[in-house]
């Protein structure tokens, strides 16, 4: 059985639950973050890394937003990733994240990530077979230097429906202030939906290990994903003191 067809799609929260759940683990967060950015404890913790991929109108900006919305701008930085540049081209795909990567006391948030590599560049075929298939060992190498170097790596897929899906591209076209979101790319995606599956499924299968292990989230209702993403974040900040 597929990783993502094991996900409880039908899980939510009612809208009391959700601000009551948020409120919890944003104060948490919070005091977690001021932990590590040495404002309230003797010295720097661990760099704190989250990362988000997941469909498109997954949530993923509603889920970010929720993540750091407690936060001190100046303790935490949030970087989007699109295309790369065409002078990003000239050189290893892995290098243009790296300024954006946490030292010891920071905290960043990336809305999408190198796993741009193994999705759209494979299915796309920006990539070719040869570069895609050895990105999984790379990616590897590359997250356990971090980790082994003490970096607390989150990685998150939200995952949505394809009806689900269908419901907010419809949503989003009627909107005029959210109908920018919503790009020919994003329809001609949802033709290729079997081909993106089949490539997160792989994604997932050979790029979760023990030090960066994947959390797919369950993201058909929008409350149950912010709060699960709150909590995924906070366990693992956890659990990294803990050691």
Request: aromatic share 8%.
């Amino acid at each position: 059985m597929s990783a993502l067809s094991q996900l409880d799609l039908s899980l939510k929260l009612s809208k009391e639950e959700e601000a009551e759940q948020l409120a919890a683990a944003q104060e948490r967060l919070l005091t977690l973050r001021l932990q590590l950015g040495g404002q309230t404890a003797d010295e720097l913790g661990p760099p704190l890394c989250v990362l988000f991929e997941g469909w498109d109108a997954s949530g993923k900006g509603g889920a970010i937003k929720r993540l750091v919305d407690h936060l001190d701008p100046r303790h935490v930085r949030v970087v989007q990733y699109a295309a790369p540049t065409p002078d990003e081209k000239r050189h290893q795909y892995l290098l243009r994240f790296g300024s954006a990567l946490p030292g010891w006391g920071g905290m960043a948030v990336l809305d999408r990530s190198w796993y741009g590599r193994v999705l759209v560049e494979r299915v796309e075929g920006f990539a070719e077979k040869a570069q895609w298939q050895r990105a999984y060992r790379e990616i590897n190498d590359f997250e356990r230097a971090l980790c082994d170097d003490g970096m607390i790596l989150v990685k998150l897929w939200l995952h949505v429906s394809e009806e689900e899906q269908l419901k907010r591209f419809e949503a989003r076209k009627q909107d005029p202030l959210k109908s920018w979101k919503l790009t020919d790319e994003d329809w001609r995606n949802r033709g290729r939906r079997a081909e993106y599956e089949a490539a997160i499924e792989e994604m997932v299968e050979k790029t979760s290990t023990d030090w960066a292990p994947w959390s797919l989230v369950p993201a058909d209702s929008k409350r149950y994903a912010r709060v699960a993403v709150l909590n995924t974040v906070i366990d693992a900040i956890e659990a990294k003191l803990a050691a």
